[in-house]
């Protein structure tokens, strides 16, 4: 089966930091492009970064852009984020998504089912 | 970035009805755009990719069309498991970007 399983949300404090990961089973990892796409409760969806194939490049939307850092390891078929400093403004569910292959383009063919962070004090 | 307006937010319609959602973004996208949908506490699912593209599965009532600027989403006859919402997003260049959604009720 095709599946993604994020782990690592919770509850933190504004400022801490927390540590999502992402494990891809029953495709070839290693061949496919992966983001991070969120949703505040009650609210859109929002794309947070994306990373290349080799991990060679990264990209990040401008809300998170140095605070977070996206990394993967096709040798254990994980993704991960790394989410620093974080704001209030940070809670949401986190997804974990792959690039689709039916196109030349960053759409998402597949979904995680999400992992909640909740930054409060 | 692009900004990805979506309309209308909401809409409320029958068994049956054609229902057309727009999409337009900011700035020319060519085909890279893609159609999701999202039913309450379930992560979204692909409709529609690279503006017109049926994914694998989904069912033929479905379809969009568009390129540059200017898309649309139509549903041909909608059906009661069609309630949800429904999010466009550019695919064309980062940061990407969704649409704000637009919530789909049944009569």
């Known amino acids: 089966e095709v599946l993604l399983l994020e782990s690592g949300g919770g509850l933190v404090q504004p400022g801490g930091s927390l540590r999502l990961s992402c494990a891809a089973s029953?495709?070839?990892?290693?061949?496919?492009?992966m983001s991070w796409v969120r949703q505040a409760p009650g609210k859109g969806l929002e794309w947070v970064s994306g990373?290349?194939?080799?991990?060679?490049?990264?990209y990040y939307a401008d809300s998170v852009k140095g605070r977070f850092t996206i990394s993967r390891d096709n040798s254990k078929n994980t993704l991960d984020m790394q989410m620093n400093s974080l704001r209030v403004e940070d809670t949401a569910v986190y997804y974990c998504?792959?690039?689709?292959?039916?196109?030349?383009?960053?759409?998402?063919?597949?979904w995680g089912r999400g992992t909640l962070v909740t930054v409060s004090s | 970035d692009i900004q990805v307006t979506q309309s209308p937010s909401s809409v409320s319609a029958s068994v049956g009805d054609r229902v057309t959602i727009t999409c337009r973004a900011s700035?020319?996208?060519?085909?890279?755009l893609a159609w999701y949908q999202q039913k309450p506490g379930k992560a979204p699912k692909v409709l529609i990719y690279?503006?017109?593209n049926l994914q694998s599965g989904v069912p033929s009532r479905f379809s969009g069309s568009g390129s540059g600027t200017d898309f649309t989403l139509t549903i041909s006859s909608l059906q009661p498991e069609d309630s949800a919402t429904y999010y466009c997003?550019?695919?064309?260049?980062?940061?990407?970007?969704f649409g704000g959604g637009t919530k789909v009720e049944i009569k």
């Open positions: 998504a792959k690039r689709g292959s039916g196109s030349n383009s960053w759409y998402v063919d597949l």
């Open positions: 029953g495709f070839t990892f290693a061949t496919y492009a």
């Open positions: 990373i290349s194939i080799s991990g060679g490049n990264t």
């Open positions: 700035q020319g996208v060519s085909r890279w």
């Open positions: 690279a503006a017109s």
């Open positions: 997003q550019q695919a064309d260049s980062f940061p990407l970007t």
